[in-house]
């Protein structure tokens, strides 16, 4: 654990009195508890997430012999801790612990959980985020920082092509609930979500949300395609019914983290055959020609200059 020693900063300050019974000049003091540029295991921070800011003091209360779930932060944490003793771990063995009085540099993206003893611990979080962004997200919603990958490009393409295949549970739903395929206000909070979390993914927020503009107008071909099949039959399919808000939107959600990390590994192993490359895979898959149109429209600004 990387310790940063308290400074102390003596602040001069002058008091006027206003008449007989004022009070002798004082002095304020104030001291750093800490100073960081990175977290504790000593990666450094990069910059804080677009939109609004929000800083946040939040009272973390721990129970003795109690261990966290996995989970990770997507914004920028300062712990202090006010009493008892708290170990903290991450998934790959590193391990730091602190006793009341002192400060902790929260990891930002790594898995990580915290474990008490003996005694109740509690902290106080400083929380510099957004609107959009919690507190703290599960293991199953976090991607690691680090964005690189034996075969960028297929592990992309993979990706894209498994948002798709959400289409026509998402078309099944429309269908059965009789809703509009175009939904412009979940379209808006999807790339208010996508280009908050870019930074997280170390992606330029404009590259993020022109490639998510993309797979959401192919995500709409593959459902027009399939309700303007199910009207000539008069019929949609007897198939397993998925619940929105419960399924297919956490799905999605996941999917797109999945996207944004899978896009900053092709990013950077991107060759100058770009484009020849994504044709030659796409010729090459095996797919119903609807899916094929759709994962062209999805992938037809990948190779462009960021």
Request: hydrophobic share 35%; proline share 5%.
């Amino acid at each position: 654990m990387r310790k940063l020693l308290p400074m102390m900063i003596t602040v001069s300050v002058l008091l006027i009195g206003c008449g007989s019974n004022a009070t002798a000049p004082g002095q304020a003091t104030s001291q750093v508890l800490h100073r960081a540029t990175g977290s504790w295991d000593g990666t450094a921070y990069g910059n804080y997430p677009e939109g609004r800011p929000v800083l946040s003091l939040v009272k973390v209360s721990i129970p003795a012999h109690t261990t966290l779930g996995w989970h990770c932060h997507q914004a920028l944490n300062l712990g202090y801790l006010t009493e008892g003793r708290l170990e903290v771990e991450t998934r790959d063995g590193k391990r730091t612990s602190l006793v009341a009085g002192q400060t902790l540099a929260e990891l930002q993206g790594e898995v990580h959980r915290g474990h008490t003893t003996g005694q109740p611990a509690t902290v106080m979080v400083f929380h510099a985020s957004n609107e959009d962004l919690p507190f703290s997200t599960p293991e199953a919603e976090c991607l690691p920082l680090d964005a690189t990958s034996e075969n960028a490009f297929d592990t992309l393409i993979d990706a894209i092509e498994k948002r798709l295949a959400t289409a026509e549970s998402i078309a099944l739903y429309k269908w059965d609930n009789g809703k509009a395929v175009q939904d412009t206000e979940r379209e808006q909070q999807v790339q208010a979500r996508v280009r908050n979390s870019a930074w997280r993914h170390q992606l330029p927020a404009e590259r993020a949300t022109r490639f998510f503009a993309d797979q959401i107008e192919a995500h709409k071909m593959m459902q027009y395609a399939l309700l303007e099949r199910w009207q000539r039959r008069g019929a949609a399919p007897d198939a397993h019914r998925r619940d929105l808000t419960s399924e297919l939107r956490p799905e999605l959600d996941r999917l797109q983290a999945e996207l944004l990390h899978s896009l900053a590994a092709f990013d950077k192993e991107r060759r100058a055959d770009c484009a020849r490359q994504l044709a030659t895979k796409l010729r090459k898959r095996p797919q119903p020609i609807a899916l094929k149109q759709a994962m062209i429209r999805a992938s037809s600004k990948l190779c462009d200059k960021t």
